[in-house]
Nanobody, 123 residues
Framework: QVQLVESGGGLVQAGGSLRLSCAASGRTFSTYAMGWFRQAPGKEREFVAAINWSGTSTYYADSVKGRFTISRDNTKNTLYLRMNSLEPEDTAVYCC????WGPGTTSSLYRYWGQGTQVTVSS
């Protein structure tokens, strides 16, 4: 089992940057594909980015491509999401997720989920 805890969210002006972290417990972090998802008020959860177990393959939603970067440090059991050029439309709760299968864009591929961290982008 994997427990995930996100951090790094906050309030930022449009055009600013944030780096989210997702700390994982357990010794098997390096075997999991990882993903970031977000959910804005009144909207469905949506895929943001994903990365394979080794960090050699990454995937992004079109809405964040070129602005966000997903990465992982398996020696620290930590997943990251670097977010640049933030827009008000990026405002949401961001959750990390781990799964044995993938990486992929659908939430059903991921078994373990964190509680999320709030990101608010002001215009």
């Amino acid at each position: 089992q994997v427990q995930l805890v996100e951090s790094g969210g906050g309030l930022v002006q449009a055009g600013g940057s944030l780096r989210l972290s997702c700390a994982a417990s357990g010794r098997t972090f390096s075997t999991y594909a990882m993903g970031w998802f977000r959910q804005a008020p009144g909207k469905e959860r949506e895929f943001v980015a994903a990365i394979n177990w080794s960090g050699t393959s990454t995937y992004y939603a079109d809405s964040v491509k070129g602005r966000f970067t997903i990465s992982r440090d398996n020696t620290k059991n930590t997943l990251y999401l670097r977010m640049n050029s933030l827009e008000p439309e990026d405002t949401a709760v961001y959750c990390c997720a781990a799964g044995e299968w993938g990486p992929g864009t659908t939430s059903s591929l991921y078994r373990y989920w964190g509680q999320g961290t709030q990101v608010t982008v002001s215009s």
